[in-house]
Nanobody, 128 residues
Framework: QVQLVESGGGSVQAGGSLSLSCVLS????????MGWLRQAPGKDREFGATIMNSRGSFGTIYGYCVKGRFTISRDNFKNAVYLSMNSLKPEDTAVYYC???????????????????WGQGTQVTVSS
């Protein structure tokens, strides 16, 4: 059973920084494509960033709205994926979800958020 546990959410002022962490348990971490997606109240889920599995050589994909501000990384010894967020904006306010999928390789499907496993979500609030 794959489980994802997230941490690091909180409240910051615009222009500030925040780092999120997610740990996967129950399976072989390097097999999984890992992603961060977010959803604001009343809005559709939005793709943030993905880091590929070993088959994908751990390459990264970023959503347009976060490119240049957020950085996704993974530590395969700790079974963890991270999202470093800088220059935060009020529009970044959302629940951020960690996600995992062993066989997700298509970029359109990744951007559509078609992951098999999801964390519980962590709230990020950015004030003006």
């Amino acid at each position: 059973q794959v489980q994802l546990v997230e941490s690091g959410g909180g409240s910051v002022q615009a222009g500030g920084s925040l780092s999120l962490s997610c740990v996967l348990s129950g399976s072989t971490f390097t097999r999984y494509v890992m992603g961060w997606l977010r959803q604001a109240p009343g809005k559709d889920r939005e793709f943030g960033a993905t880091i590929m599995n070993s088959r994908g050589s751990f390459g990264t994909i970023y959503g347009y709205c976060v490119k240049g501000r957020f950085t996704i990384s993974r530590d395969n010894f700790k079974n963890a994926v991270y999202l470093s967020m800088n220059s935060l904006k009020p529009e970044d306010t959302a629940v951020y979800y960690c996600a995992a999928d062993e066989f997700l390789i298509s970029s359109p499907r990744i951007r559509a958020g078609e992951f098999d496993y999801w964390g519980q979500g962590t709230q990020v609030t950015v004030s003006s």
